[in-house]
């Protein structure tokens, strides 16, 4: 069982940057695929980013791509999410979610976290 806490989210303007983080429980951390999901009321759940066990390869949604970049740090149970450049229709509430590593970062993902807002003003 593993249980993720997001954190940093908040209210951010046009153009800026916030760092989205992902606390995991367990020892097991470094065996597990991670990735960040998104959701608005009005659209479906939203693959973000995702990050193989070991941290050697990122995927990215083409939304994202060149504007975020997912990290983690085995050490500290923690993967990241750095945003920069927002917009507007980067609002939502950003999910943290896990899988048992594998040769695939393609879901579905087990565990995951209660999210955390994203706010961008225009």
């Known amino acids: 069982q593993v249980q993720l806490v997001e954190s940093g989210g908040g209210l951010v303007q046009t153009g800026g940057s916030l760092r989205l983080s992902c606390v995991a429980s367990?020892?097991?951390?470094?065996?597990?695929?991670m990735a960040w999901f998104r959701q608005t009321p009005w659209k479906e759940r939203e693959f973000v980013a995702a990050?193989?066990?070991?941290?050697?390869?990122?995927y990215y949604s083409d939304s994202v791509k060149g504007r975020f970049t997912i990290s983690r740090d085995n050490a500290k149970n923690t993967v990241y999410l750095e945003m920069t450049s927002l917009k507007p229709e980067d609002t939502a509430v950003y999910y943290c979610?896990?899988?048992?590593?594998?040769?695939?970062?393609?879901?579905?993902?087990?565990?995951w976290g209660r999210g955390t807002q994203v706010t961008v003003s225009s």
């Open positions: 979610a896990a899988k048992y590593g594998t040769n695939s970062l393609d879901g579905p993902y087990a565990y």
């Open positions: 367990g020892r097991t951390f470094s065996s597990y695929d």
């Open positions: 990050i193989n066990w070991h941290g050697s390869f990122g």
